[in-house]
């Protein structure tokens, strides 16, 4: 007995209290052999390195593992500048990408550059073109990483499609002849080709700095998968038997680096109903997805949760507070499973209709308030080296280009400024004189924009570190002077911001059609001080007339129609058909067991959204293919039935969610020249013009209807306002 508490007392760190034999890992003040070796650890429900509790503003990066030397450094070297001490990065590449060549593995158990590219292509490995190996282009990112001090969190795999991801066919499915890309799940070969490919890159000795992977410190995290879920199974039972799988694997041959899943958080809370009702399938387990089953299982050290309110279809007045409730939920798991959790993927494009800076600020005060671990912004980039090969880049700015509008650029504007105090913040140091402040913002209208009847103006308050005092009132000033009475804002405690229904239509002999209103907030608070919100101009159209830009009839072409594939449903091909003197046939299929079933046909050549204002398209469904759900109906979402929506570039901003809803027995009929029935939807929608749009794409959306056939596309007229 002796002997043991001899034994106890010398393992125990000074300062520490006794506990059991199984709680000595945990115990805060001691330093286990991982941590010795400046492995990031998770003790007490937190994260620790160096011996002191570590939690971090971060950034996701997906191109790393493919692009040249320059890229690379570059973006570290913004990254250490922004204060970023943690990169979410890919560490997968399963057959050739479609936009470069470079490959991790081409079939099962081939790792690397196969030899028949090596000995086809004469360019040297830092120029684009060249069949770059991931593995050593992984090699020179950790590597990198290291010289930074900057800690990775590198996924194995992708749910979607891109670099091979288990919804590409041309990968796992085609490998090991899966009937659905969820198989991958199940299918013992296709698991057991995953473990050799798991073993093989934590095995890897780094060309570098020859530390094999699972050794190395720089790497702080190995995840099993990019957003995994099965919609086939509900009750998220088969992803969570995977992940921990999966995982335990991972964590038997780098037991000293930490394992999470990657996955965004979606949650089974039976009865929750989220924020204005919105996004109930975020939490009612319809993704397959099960956030705490998956904070449960013994080897994830640690939950990850993304958030992208904006394309997940929220509605966009609800968008802010829905994903403010979302981090509140999973930190609140977080403290029940006693692990930590990290927001490690959020966004709003720059070109929507949001206050970006004001959202990053709300849900980032959020997050450090609740005591999340980390949050980890997407998407941080740099340089482009791509377009002239040799370093430069001639073509344009120099700059990675904003694929997906989530960009953001160590260019030391408002947005990245203000991540980089929050960088200091969540590190433990002061906060900066800006967070220190109370801070007002403008939440709508959030930029120059039209508005007519009813426009709700939203205001929010968040207050400094260094400021306790409080709001006595918000009042809507009208170009600088106080708003015609009433004009002050109602708090509005459950989303915690201040809002006023403006009556264009009531105020129109003061304000008539066309005039222009500078919209801003002045808060008064209880200590005398007064703060002002940004002013943006609305434009009184309550009368509004449009002229016809251009009009796609499809005569002759399909004006450059593709794919961007499905949620819920297939799309199988588009083509051109010369039916009803010319339209854009779309072959998919919807099972009708689901309330939001999609398909997303781009149009490239549709760049005059960039003018418009207004659109109009006609979709035709076969009416005898069309079976509605026998047992499912919501009067409030026009369900069973149709939700035609569109979506614009860069970021995808969802538009015209819900406005065009309809059951199809409120849909007309027509016969074509085929001597078939069709439902003959058509669709008109306004939205706010802007530039920074680039193409647009139709979502010919059902709900509880199964349909399997063509959808036919005609008639796209895009309008600008007079």
Known sequence: MKKVLLHLKNALCFGTMLASLASLP??????????????????????????????????????????????????????????????RCWGFQFGPHRDHNSHGMDE?????????????????????????????????TIAQAKKHNIRLVIALNNYWGDFGGIQNASSWQRWFNLESAEDFYTNEECKKTYKEYISYILNRVNTYTNIAYKDDPTVMTWEVMNEPRDQKDKSGATVTKWVEEMSAYIKSIAPKQLCAVGDEGFMKLDGFVPYAGEGSTSYDGYEGEDFDALLAIKSIDYGTFHLYPETWGILE??????????????????????KPVVLEEYGTSAGGNMNRKAVYDIWNNTAYKEGLAGSMFWILTSTNSYESGNGTDDANDGLYDD?????????????????????????????????????VYLL????????????????????????????????????????????????NAEADFYRLNFDTLANAKVYPDGSKLDISVLFTLDDGTQRSTET??????????????????????????????????????????????GMVEVDGSYSGENNWEELKIKFGDMSEVAEASKIEFTLYYEKSKMTPHATKSDEADKLPGFQPYIAFDPGWVKTGLKENNRYLKDTHVVTLDDGKEYYKLETSLEFFQNPGYTFVTICPTLGYVKYDGAIYIDDVILYKKD
């Open 26 to 87: 945990l115990l805060v003040g001691c330093k286990s052999q991982a941590e010795k070796e400046g492995f990031v650890v998770v003790k007490g429900g937190q994260f620790y390195k160096d011996g002191k509790p570590f939690r971090f503003v971060g950034t996701n990066n997906y191109y790393l593992h493919y692009s040249p030397d320059k890229m690379i450094d570059d973006f570290f070297s913004d990254a250490d500048e922004m204060k970023i001490p943690v990169v």
């Open 444 to 491: 709508n209208p959030a930029r120059d924009q039209d508005a007519k009847g009813i426009f709700e103006v939203r205001a929010q308050f968040l207050q400094g570190a260094k400021n306790e005092a409080k709001v006595k009132r918000a009042e809507l000033y009208i170009n600088g002077e106080p708003a015609p009475s009433p004009r002050t804002l109602n708090y």
């Open 317 to 338: 007045k609800a968008q802010v507070a829905w994903g403010d409730e979302f981090i509140r939920k999973h930190a609140e798991s977080g403290r029940k499973a006693k």
């Open 403 to 439: 694929y997906d509008g989530f960009r953001i650029l160590n260019d030391k504007g408002e947005v990245a400024t203000l991540l980089s105090d929050y960088a200091d913040l969540f590190a433990g140091k002061a906060a900066s004189p800006r967070l220190s402040k109370n801070r």
């Open 108 to 140: 099962p158990g081939e790792f690397g550059v196969p030899e028949k590219f090596i000995k086809r292509n004469k360019k040297q490995p830092d120029q684009f073109g060249y069949p770059r190996d991931i593995f050593e282009r992984l090699d020179y």
């Open 536 to 581: 943006h101009t609305i434009t009184i159209a309550n009368v509004v007339t449009y002229s016809v830009i251009k009009k796609y009839d499809f005569a002759n072409d399909e004006a450059n129609a593709s794919s961007l594939g499905g949620y819920m449903a297939e799309l199988k091909e588009i083509k051109h058909t010369t039916l009803n003197s």
